[in-house]
């Protein structure tokens, strides 16, 4: 889980480029990078992955995350969902390749990185 919330004193704005973002291959995996932004931000995610031979781990998903003008505006009815497989390919001490094909609203997704996804 990870949350970001903001404030300001009356009359500011947070920039429109500083403002949390939720979507893409670190939380809402089914959807494009930075989709949605606002002033608050919640998302949560669970993961499991399992052992298919060595070198190779498979990875089952489910992420969920929302973005809001105000703290009061987050609801866990509201939040986007989506889901999906992965590949993570791995030595013996890290990940270094992961494949993910994310699933929601708005289609599908392939997403290829180095590194973990926490």
């Known amino acids: 889980a990870k949350t970001t919330m903001t404030q ?9 480029f500083m403002q949390p973002t ?7 995996r089914g959807f494009n990078e930075f989709r ?3 002033r608050n ?11 298919a031979f060595s070198g190779l781990d498979l990875a089952a998903f489910v992420d969920a995350g ?13 939040f986007e969902k989506s889901y999906g497989v992965g590949f ?9 390749l992961r494949v993910d094909l ?7 997704r392939l997403l290829i990185k180095f590194g973990h996804v926490f």
């Open 8 to 16: 300001t004193a009356t009359g500011q704005e947070v920039p429109f």
């Open 22 to 28: 939720v979507g893409g291959s670190e939380d809402l």
């Open 36 to 38: 949605f932004r606002d």
């Open 41 to 51: 931000m919640v998302v949560l995610n669970a993961e499991y992955r399992w052992e």
């Open 66 to 78: 929302q973005v809001a003008p105000r703290v009061s505006d987050l609801h866990l009815g509201n």
């Open 88 to 96: 993570r390919f791995n030595t013996e001490k890290s990940v270094f």
């Open 102 to 108: 994310g699933f929601s609203r708005e289609g599908q």
